[in-house]
């Protein structure tokens, strides 16, 4: 598979495709920016405490207990106790969200949930896309119950065949017929869906420089998805990947920050400002792509603060930070 991957990277040729080249050879190398609606395959070191996170364990007399919980108060600020509560809240909130999206729903609950989502940016999100017809890429976060969020968004759009989204793994059944019930026509299929090890390279880049494409991509994945820039994030340097910003400045299209998170009970969709693909005054490369990370990550700290329940990658806190940075 790699061989064939650097053979259709070769026939690229420029610089501007080397770039490109560059960029998408990163999803390849490291699986560094995907879309996992399904339990993600997540790095070795991680498999342990990814075991704990299925939803028939989720509700177990020892949900609460995480080996990590002293680092994971430590990068929080917060008291061991607190943060051990903070992580029972967690798993609460992911065994809720997992049964909305990968159970069954009734048609009538699906839609009247999809109704209940708040989007008070309504009218600055439909004046963006209608004047700007560039396609963009869609930054999304593991928060809150982020697949119904994404999919509330890309509504936004007239045309969802428009959409692409790079996955692991194929919807599940359920999924998809949730987001059928939800949705209607503009529920994500199996048609926006691109598998990693199916993606074309060429293919990629050309549909990224037609008008009115979005590319929905996470901004969030841990230690292990590929190359990394380090950013601030809770008051300490962190990892984060790159290859939002790579891709961003080798297509030269917009990155746009989405979070959906739950409020009062309610869910609620944000967007951030719109991140230019382009290399400041006196910026190099590698500082326009830390820049342009930086400011994803500083979009999704701001809600992280405020529901940090509400994070899937919670309970891998530490894995985003240097090994000094306990000390």
């Known amino acids: 598979m790699k061989e064939l991957i650097y053979s259709l990277l070769s026939h690229l040729g420029g610089s501007f495709h080397n770039v490109l080249a560059y960029s998408v050879t990163l999803f ?11 339990p993600q395959k997540v790095p070795s070191a991680a498999a342990r405490k990814t075991e704990s996170l299925k939803p028939e364990k989720l509700n177990s007399s020892h949900a609460c207990v995480h080996p990590d919980v002293v680092k994971i108060s430590f990068f929080l600020r917060e008291p061991i106790q607190a943060a051990s509560k903070l992580l029972c ?19 009538k609950t699906a839609f009247e949930y999809v ?25 999304s ?3 809150g119950n982020f697949v119904y969020g994404i999919n509330k968004y890309l509504c936004f759009q007239a045309d969802i065949s428009k959409t692409l989204v790079l996955s692991q793994t194929e919807l599940g059944n ?17 048609e926006n869906q691109v ?48 290859s939002i910003a790579l891709l961003s400045l080798a297509n030269s299209v917009p990155i746009l920050p989405l979070v959906c998170f739950d409020r009062g009970g309610s869910c609620q969709l944000e967007t951030g400002r719109q991140i230019e ?29 405020r529901h940090k329940e509400q994070w ?14 306990l000390r």
């Open 28 to 38: 390849f190398r490291a699986r560094s920016s995907v879309i996992n609606f399904l």
């Open 89 to 107: 809240e967690n798993r609460v909130f992911l065994a809720k969200v997992e049964n909305l999206r990968n159970t069954v729903q009734a048609s």
């Open 115 to 139: 109704q209940s989502i708040q989007t008070p940016q309504h009218s600055h999100i439909s004046k963006l896309l209608i004047e700007d017809n560039r396609s963009r890429i869609v930054a």
């Open 141 to 143: 976060f593991h928060f």
């Open 174 to 190: 359920a999924c998809i017929e949730n987001m059928a019930s939800a949705f209607g026509h503009k529920g994500i299929r199996l």
């Open 195 to 242: 598998l990693l090890d199916q993606i074309d390279v060429c293919g990629l880049s050309q549909f990224l420089r037609q008008a009115g494409r979005s590319l929905v991509m996470f901004a969030d994945l841990p230690r292990g998805f590929g190359e990394t820039v380090a950013v601030e994030f809770l008051g300490r340097q962190a990892s984060f990947s790159k």
């Open 277 to 305: 693909p382009r290399i400041g005054k006196g910026e190099s490369r590698a500082d326009a792509i830390v820049r342009m990370t930086r400011l994803q990550i500083d979009f999704f700290e701001y809600f992280f603060n």
């Open 312 to 325: 899937r990658y919670l309970y891998l806190l530490p894995e985003y930070f240097a090994e000094g940075s």
